[in-house]
């Protein structure tokens, strides 16, 4: 599969992997956070931090680190990490990019991070 025949579905998945990352990530610095405070459990749970969702962070984490040019990295974190509400307009203007450029890149990140995870 290449980029060009990326289908829809993993795509979404991808999209929602990263969603979830942005919570993830939230977590992972309130946990160690408290863990420098010297205080477990700050608010009550219903379900561990376990170690499948660390490795989950810790692997998007590598993918978009190691697997993305720094641009195709500027466009997911914008897009999809470091806002609940971005539009893509306002991505690629923001990023000074040609509307063609912009989709053609966000889309070989997607396709670079379905890779790396494992998804496709």
Known sequence: MGVKHLSKDVQDLVIEELCEYR??????????EQ??????????TLKQCD??????????ER?????LDP???????RKYINSTDAKD???YTEL???KS???KKKKTAIFHLAKALGII
Do not use: C, H
């Open 89 to 91: 307009i306002n991505v």
């Open 23 to 32: 919570a993830s990530r939230v977590n992972m610095r309130n946990v160690e």
């Open 35 to 44: 863990k420098k405070a010297g205080i477990i459990n700050l608010f009550p």
């Open 63 to 67: 993918a978009l680190w190691e697997a």
């Open 51 to 60: 170690s499948e969702n660390m490795l989950k962070y810790r692997q998007i």
């Open 101 to 103: 450029t912009y989709y």
């Open 96 to 98: 000074s990019m040609k």
């Open 71 to 77: 641009i195709e990295r500027d466009i997911i974190e």
